[in-house]
């Protein structure tokens, strides 16, 4: 088996016990998100899918900022104000909607420009496109807010046909996985609003 191939797979599986942990809005779904991009930084090296291996660096260092901020998260108002605890699920806030889809179009062109002009990327739009929404999403989900999956769904989405193109197909395979889970954690993340 080749290592682009072993990669691939063994970043498979442990999507998947990430994304099971992500759809349960567990803490440890943080630890997955250190070792995943881990594996990835090397299979989209070999790849080709710079944008991507930039991504998985940025998803290591996000792992360490999602698990603080949702292991020491302080609550500001109610009986447990001041106290610290794990942060709850929240719907996303209106205030940050409006920077959110300025950050997207900032990262989006620049790191197309980067791509067009220091690689040789062969889908710089969209390997733009997807590193740019996964930075906006991964703030979300640190935040614990459960729009963060309707994020996700887009970039699962393109990631998936991607993939197809790039010929890796397990790495396709889970983000078509991630597709369908985005749908149903949405769904479940609200109703866990519901019931706090």
Known sequence: MDTLRFLDILGFVV????LVLEYKASIWLWLASIIMPAIDMVLYYKAGLYADFGM???????????YVSWKWFKHA??????????RPVTHYKRA???????????????IWWMLT???NSTVPVADAFTTALS????????????????LWLVVDV?????????GIPFKAAIYGIYTVVAVFGYRKWLRMIAAS
């Open 135 to 150: 930075i906006v999403a991964l703030w979300a989900l640190a935040q614990k807010y459960a729009e963060q999956w309707l």
């Open 15 to 18: 999507g998947l016990v990430y």
């Open 56 to 66: 998985a660096i940025y998803y290591c260092l996000a792992g360490v900022y999602g």
């Open 158 to 166: 393109v990631c998936c046909i991607l993939y197809v193109r790039k």
């Open 77 to 86: 108002s109610g009986q447990q104000q001041g106290q610290r605890g794990e």
């Open 117 to 119: 002009h220091w690689t």
């Open 96 to 110: 940050h909607i409006l920077p959110s889809a300025a950050a997207l179009l900032l990262l989006w062109f620049g």
